[in-house]
Protein backbone atom coordinates (compact mmCIF):
# COMPACT_ATOMS: atom_id res chain seq x y z
CA UNK A 1 0.00 0.00 0.00
CA UNK A 2 1.58 3.21 -0.64
CA UNK A 3 -0.31 5.60 1.80
CA UNK A 4 -3.95 6.22 3.36
CA UNK A 5 -5.98 8.97 3.29
CA UNK A 6 -8.68 8.94 6.65
CA UNK A 7 -12.15 9.67 6.82
CA UNK A 8 -13.89 10.56 9.72
CA UNK A 9 -15.26 7.16 9.20
CA UNK A 10 -11.95 5.60 9.98
CA UNK A 11 -10.96 8.25 12.65
CA UNK A 12 -14.08 7.71 14.47
CA UNK A 13 -13.44 3.85 14.48
CA UNK A 14 -9.73 4.35 15.29
CA UNK A 15 -10.85 6.31 18.24
CA UNK A 16 -13.19 4.04 19.35
CA UNK A 17 -10.87 1.03 19.45
CA UNK A 18 -11.89 -0.82 16.21
CA UNK A 19 -9.45 -3.78 16.69
CA UNK A 20 -9.24 -3.86 12.38
CA UNK A 21 -9.03 -0.37 12.20
CA UNK A 22 -6.46 0.08 15.10
CA UNK A 23 -4.11 -2.69 13.54
CA UNK A 24 -4.07 -1.66 10.75
CA UNK A 25 -3.13 2.11 11.51
CA UNK A 26 -0.48 0.63 14.12
CA UNK A 27 1.01 -1.37 11.10
CA UNK A 28 1.02 2.09 9.09
CA UNK A 29 2.92 3.86 11.66
CA UNK A 30 5.74 1.17 12.12
CA UNK A 31 5.87 0.41 8.99
CA UNK A 32 6.06 4.06 8.49
CA UNK A 33 4.11 4.46 5.86
CA UNK A 34 2.41 7.23 4.84
CA UNK A 35 -1.01 8.57 6.46
CA UNK A 36 -3.03 11.90 5.34
CA UNK A 37 -5.78 13.79 7.31
CA UNK A 38 -7.58 16.61 6.11
CA UNK A 39 -7.88 19.21 8.61
CA UNK A 40 -11.70 18.98 8.06
CA UNK A 41 -11.87 15.68 9.23
CA UNK A 42 -10.35 16.66 12.32
CA UNK A 43 -12.47 19.05 13.07
CA UNK A 44 -15.31 16.59 12.26
CA UNK A 45 -14.20 14.14 15.13
CA UNK A 46 -12.22 15.85 17.90
CA UNK A 47 -14.36 17.17 20.98
CA UNK A 48 -12.00 16.13 24.08
CA UNK A 49 -8.21 16.00 23.89
CA UNK A 50 -8.57 14.49 27.35
CA UNK A 51 -10.95 11.58 26.18
CA UNK A 52 -9.29 11.12 22.63
CA UNK A 53 -5.51 10.18 24.07
CA UNK A 54 -5.30 7.73 21.42
CA UNK A 55 -6.34 9.97 18.90
CA UNK A 56 -4.32 12.33 19.85
CA UNK A 57 -1.28 9.96 19.52
CA UNK A 58 -1.86 8.84 15.90
CA UNK A 59 -2.31 12.38 14.94
CA UNK A 60 0.96 13.26 15.76
CA UNK A 61 2.46 10.36 14.73
CA UNK A 62 5.33 11.22 12.30
CA UNK A 63 4.05 9.20 9.10
CA UNK A 64 0.50 11.17 9.66
CA UNK A 65 0.04 14.60 7.69
CA UNK A 66 -2.83 16.96 8.53
CA UNK A 67 -3.57 18.46 4.85
CA UNK A 68 -4.60 22.09 5.21
CA UNK A 69 -7.89 23.09 4.21
CA UNK A 70 -6.79 26.29 2.74
CA UNK A 71 -8.34 28.67 0.31
CA UNK A 72 -7.26 26.25 -2.82
CA UNK A 73 -7.95 23.63 -1.66
CA UNK A 74 -11.84 24.90 -0.41
CA UNK A 75 -11.94 25.87 -4.02
CA UNK A 76 -10.90 22.75 -5.39
CA UNK A 77 -13.23 20.74 -3.06
CA UNK A 78 -16.32 22.62 -4.29
CA UNK A 79 -15.95 22.56 -7.65
CA UNK A 80 -15.40 18.90 -7.18
CA UNK A 81 -18.60 18.72 -5.08
CA UNK A 82 -19.56 20.67 -8.54
CA UNK A 83 -18.79 18.01 -10.97
CA UNK A 84 -20.06 15.32 -9.01
CA UNK A 85 -23.28 16.45 -7.52
CA UNK A 86 -22.30 16.05 -4.36
CA UNK A 87 -22.24 18.64 -1.16
CA UNK A 88 -19.52 17.09 1.16
CA UNK A 89 -16.86 19.53 1.15
CA UNK A 90 -15.04 17.42 3.70
CA UNK A 91 -15.75 14.40 1.85
CA UNK A 92 -14.21 16.07 -1.62
CA UNK A 93 -11.28 17.33 0.51
CA UNK A 94 -10.38 13.84 1.30
CA UNK A 95 -10.51 12.64 -2.03
CA UNK A 96 -8.23 15.45 -3.34
CA UNK A 97 -5.43 14.37 -0.67
CA UNK A 98 -5.78 11.19 -1.50
CA UNK A 99 -5.35 11.88 -5.20
CA UNK A 100 -2.30 14.62 -4.58
CA UNK A 101 -0.87 11.43 -2.74
CA UNK A 102 -1.29 8.20 -4.09
CA UNK A 103 -3.16 7.01 -1.56
CA UNK A 104 -6.12 4.79 -1.08
CA UNK A 105 -9.06 6.24 1.20
CA UNK A 106 -10.09 4.31 4.58
CA UNK A 107 -13.66 4.93 5.04
CA UNK A 108 -16.79 4.00 6.47
CA UNK A 109 -19.21 5.52 3.75
CA UNK A 110 -17.39 3.98 0.55
CA UNK A 111 -20.37 5.02 -1.65
CA UNK A 112 -20.46 8.80 -0.66
CA UNK A 113 -17.00 8.69 -1.38
CA UNK A 114 -17.32 6.76 -4.78
CA UNK A 115 -20.02 9.18 -5.96
CA UNK A 116 -17.23 12.06 -5.99
CA UNK A 117 -14.58 9.48 -7.61
CA UNK A 118 -15.60 6.06 -8.88
CA UNK A 119 -11.78 5.44 -9.75
CA UNK A 120 -10.24 6.04 -6.31
CA UNK A 121 -9.31 2.78 -4.31
CA UNK A 122 -11.12 2.24 -1.11
CA UNK A 123 -10.35 0.36 1.92
CA UNK A 124 -13.62 0.06 3.82
CA UNK A 125 -13.56 0.19 7.51
Not at 46 to 74: H, K
Request: charged content about 25%; aromatic content about 2%.
Amino acid sequence: MSGLTLDAGALVAFDKGDRRVVAMLLRAVETRTSVAVPAGVVGQVWRDGRRQARLARLLGAPVVAIEALDDFTSRAAGQLCGASGTRDVIDASVVLCAKRRGHAIATSDADDILRIDPTIRIVRV
